[in-house]
Nanobody, 118 residues
Framework: QVQLVESGGGLVQAGGSLRLSCAVS????????MRWYRQAPGKERELVAL????????GGADSVKGRFTISRDNAKNTVYLQMNSLRAEDTAIYYC???????????WGRGTQVTVSS
């Protein structure tokens, strides 16, 4: 059974930092591309950052460039999102996503809430 479990969310003041984690089980983690998405109330889900199975970070939302960093630890089957200089507009539920590098089924976590107070 495939599981993606996010953690690390919470309440933080503007300008602060959080590190989200997504622990993955039930698949060959090193063969999967990983992404972080977020969804704010009343808005569509937005791609935040992505990292390939080989560890290359590609693109991501312009609004988080220079502030958010995605990384992965294949030994721990975990992907991270380091979020610095947080803003109120970063408030959202953050979701972890996985797909095999050659395509196929997309797996989602249940999300973790991030709230940034201004």
């Amino acid at each position: 059974q495939v599981q993606l479990v996010e953690s690390g969310g919470g309440l933080v003041q503007a300008g602060g930092s959080l590190r989200l984690s997504c622990a993955v089980s039930g698949l060959t983690f090193s063969a999967f591309d990983m992404r972080w998405y977020r969804q704010a109330p009343g808005k569509e889900r937005e791609l935040v950052a992505l990292i390939t199975s080989t560890g290359t970070s590609i693109g991501g939302a312009d609004s988080v460039k220079g502030r958010f960093t995605i990384s992965r630890d294949n030994a721990k089957n975990t992907v991270y999102l380091q979020m610095n200089s947080l803003r109120a507009e970063d408030t959202a539920i953050y979701y972890c996503w996985a797909q095999h590098r050659i395509g196929g089924y997309e797996y989602w976590g249940r999300g973790t809430q991030v709230t940034v107070s201004s």
